[in-house]
């Protein structure tokens, strides 16, 4: 998926139908239109202070960006407010909680058990063609000043690494078929040059994916 307008159509919405209107967008791109889910804004989070001129904004000690739970047949999924000027990060939270309802109805145990929950999660949004915006998102760091005062904001999202997220991308290019180009314009420069790296790593052991390639052909073995 491109954050382009033939993906994502533009809205003059605000506040929580414009985070309804991304999430309806990445339902539909996930193929889970019909899917009945709630969505619902958290409360704001509070803003720490280094001093009266210094503010400094992390994703730590707060609310989580997104949250996932089901009850009688209908899920829920929560986001940050704050997001939802950051479409980016909007996306790669709601299809991170859709990922989870995507695992909630697999009964076997996923590989590496309870524990590795999360990073499967991560690694299903991949498989759902939203592995790009995982990695942009995965770490930001930015800063900013006036004559007023100065701040920096960081934000990790996601359980995996930025290195795992390219390997995890070089490999559905692959079982599709497709080259590392395709991500060229959507990656950060240092994530798509990972990616390059992991796709030259995966062309040169070839074993590698064989299974999982009959699996995508509809031919197990």
């Known amino acids: 998926m491109r954050p382009t307008r033939e993906f994502f159509p533009a809205t003059d919405a605000t506040g929580e139908a414009r985070a309804a ?8 791109l996930a193929g889970m239109s019909d899917w009945p ?26 609310l989580p960006l997104g949250t996932f739970s089901a009850r009688d047949g ?9 997001s939802v ?3 980016a990060t909007l996306v790669a939270t709601f299809i991170h909680e859709l990922a989870h309802y995507r695992l909630a109805n697999i009964r076997v145990l996923l590989p590496g058990g309870e524990e590795m929950h999360e ?21 930001n ?10 701040g920096w904001k960081w934000s990790k999202q996601g359980y995996l690494r930025e290195r795992d997220w390219a390997f995890a991308l070089a490999v559905f290019l692959d079982l599709r078929g497709e080259k590392p180009d395709t991500l060229k314009d959507l990656l ?6 990972d990616v390059r790296e992991a796709s030259r790593y995966l062309s040169r052991n ?8 009959a699996v995508a052909l509809g031919n197990p073995r």
């Open 21 to 28: 209107h991304i999430f309806h967008c990445v339902k539909q």
């Open 37 to 62: 889910c709630k969505l619902l804004a958290q409360p704001h989070r509070p803003q720490p202070r280094l001093s009266e001129l210094a503010l400094l904004k992390t994703d730590k000690g707060g």
């Open 74 to 82: 209908e899920a829920t999924i929560t986001y940050d407010p704050e």
């Open 85 to 87: 000027n950051e479409p």
């Open 119 to 139: 990073y499967a999660t991560d690694l299903m949004t991949v498989f759902l063609g939203f592995g790009a915006f995982g990695a942009n998102n995965a770490f």
């Open 141 to 150: 760091f930015s800063q900013h000043g006036d004559a007023f005062s100065q």
């Open 188 to 193: 950060k420069s240092h994530l798509y040059s």
């Open 206 to 213: 070839t074993m590698l994916l064989e299974t999982h390639k």
